[in-house]
């Protein structure tokens, strides 16, 4: 016995738009009741998930709240198992809390339901369940295992022998040569029938290890490049992974109406990005026009939805020469294909990050706005905050916003050495595609799964979506690593897209 069967969650989780960030945050509405919810995958499947439900304001006003995993594919009736109720937390009556069986890989949703003065009313909070490792058995541990096996066998061989060499015995009477010999033989017997029994163990536990790691979640890979079409330079992403091209993986849905939203974050210096949106030109290839941005080399973060509502991030890393960006067919390969139109929604930004140095810092926008930072400074690792950020109109009033993809602001973050990447928005970390898929009943969502944006324009329920006020966005979240990270918050005004950038520190 050489592993543990314990599969842990590993640097890289699959949730929603995530890399190397493993709980899952939410902000919302249950019916009347404003929620925000944290789930914690489990470290196994199956495994317990923690559940933590805050409800504002509702201290001395809820009866009851339940919470329930239910698979994509579970039948509509009696395809799930009866709910859990949380308990409150002692000290913060907001505060409940609840553990839930994961039981298989695949997307969950976790219905939250709470009950009260104001009545009943239910959250949906889109969870992928996911193998990611292996955890080895630490080799004093399975030393000693090892030598307590050998002492059970040499235990059971000598018993074996025993019994048949004196079991006939009297009292009284000596061990004769012959019931000797048969005892020999008894327990070479049993030490051949044993040692075959842990050979056959052995080689069925690893099978069963074989078939474990055969599960382990890999991203899909991919390859990036930038090459030219006759409109311009053009960022090609093929999936290059047998899995996708074999047809092992179910289609793609819309999330915010697009199939892919990818960002590019320059590696030198954090001082290049870009939100931009590929198409299919084929099964396995994306193409968007290149952004606005220099040569260098590029992270790029690609998210993606499955129609099971199975949500995923696929990343690769790109290098831009100089040559590919100017209009040369002897510098750049020039592909036969048609000119792509840039999508109105795609953005890029170039500038420094404003250093995070107190709360009120600062960071202009292209319009002559400014975005502010109003959270604390200080941030630390797990510690559970709102992103709050404030736009300023040039005349320093608060700004007012357009909604952009179906929500009043959209984030990313990573961690300058790329090991985390986050694409938040005000209503959480959760996948608005997987929302659409597993819980497209919804209320105040369109077709498409985001928030009507007649919602967001007549001012209404826009807290829930990030904006307690005019020109106010927010966005739930816990960093996962100490570290430097840069935040890009983008809102759009008259029609455009803006983008500001701050740089913070995470400590322990």
């Not at 991203?219 to 092992?248: M, Y």
Request: glycine residues 12%.
């Amino acid at each position: 016995m050489r592993r543990a069967a314990l599969i842990v969650a590993g640097l890289y989780l699959a949730t929603a738009g995530h890399v190397g960030s493993k709980n899952v945050f939410f902000s919302g509405d249950a019916g009347p009741y404003p929620v925000s919810v944290v789930v914690r995958p489990p470290d196994v499947v199956p495994g317990l998930a923690e559940i933590s439900v805050r409800i504002q304001g509702g201290a001395g006003e809820v009866d009851l709240v339940t919470v329930r995993p239910v698979r994509w594919d579970a039948a509509p009736e009696g395809g799930a198992p009866p709910p859990d109720p949380a308990v409150p937390v002692p000290g913060d009556p907001e505060l409940y809390s609840a553990e839930l069986w994961l039981m298989t890989v695949g997307a969950y949703r976790i219905e939250v339901t709470v009950e009260g003065s104001r009545g009943t009313g239910t959250a949906a909070v889109p969870v992928t369940s996911v193998m990611l490792g292996v955890l080895e058995m630490p080799p004093v541990l399975g030393g000693v295992l090892l030598l307590l096996g050998a002492l059970l066998v040499a235990g059971a061989v000598s018993i074996a022998g025993a019994a048949v060499r004196e079991s006939r015995l009297e009292a009284d009477e000596a061990v004769q040569t012959t019931q000797r010999r048969w005892g020999w033989f008894a327990m070479a017997c049993a030490a051949a029938l044993l040692l075959t029994g842990a050979y056959w163990g052995n080689a069925w536990w690893d099978a069963v290890d074989r078939d474990v790691r055969s599960g382990i979640f890999e991203r899909l890979a991919v390859e990036g490049a930038v090459t030219r079409d006759s409109g311009g330079p053009v960022l090609e992403v093929r999936i290059t992974d047998p899995s996708w091209l074999g047809r092992n993986w179910s289609p793609l849905v819309p999330d915010h109406g697009k199939l892919m939203h990818m960002f590019v974050i320059g590696v030198s210096g954090m001082n290049a990005f870009g939100h931009v949106h590929p198409v299919p030109v084929d099964s396995a290839t994306f193409r968007v026009p290149w952004p606005d941005l220099p040569p260098g080399e590029y992270r790029i973060y690609g998210d993606i939805v499955h129609e099971s509502g199975f949500a995923q991030t696929v990343v690769d890393t790109v290098r831009v020469d100089a040559g590919a960006l100017v209009d040369s067919g002897a510098l750049a390969e020039v592909v036969s294909i048609s000119v792509l139109e840039a999508d109105p929604d795609d953005s890029a930004w170039r500038g420094a990050a404003a250093p995070l140095a107190a709360s009120g810092t600062s960071t202009p926008l292209a319009d002559g706005s400014t975005l502010h930072w109003l959270g604390a400074p200080d941030l630390r690792v797990d510690e559970e905050i709102v992103l709050s950020f404030a736009v300023r109109d040039p005349s320093g009033e608060p700004a007012v916003l357009e909604p952009y993809m179906g929500m009043i602001s959209h984030a990313a973050l990573t961690r300058d050495d790329g090991s985390v990447f986050v694409h938040l928005h005000p209503a959480g970390t959760i996948s608005m595609g997987s929302l659409s898929v597993l819980a497209p009943q919804m209320p105040s969502m369109t077709e498409a799964g985001e928030r009507d944006p007649e919602l967001v324009d007549e001012g209404a329920d826009v807290g829930r979506m990030g904006a307690d006020d005019v020109g106010t966005v927010e966005f739930p979240y816990a960093f996962p690593q100490a570290g430097d990270y840069t935040i890009w918050v983008q809102v759009k005004r008259a029609g455009n897209v803006l983008t500001g950038a701050f740089q913070v520190r995470v400590t322990e």
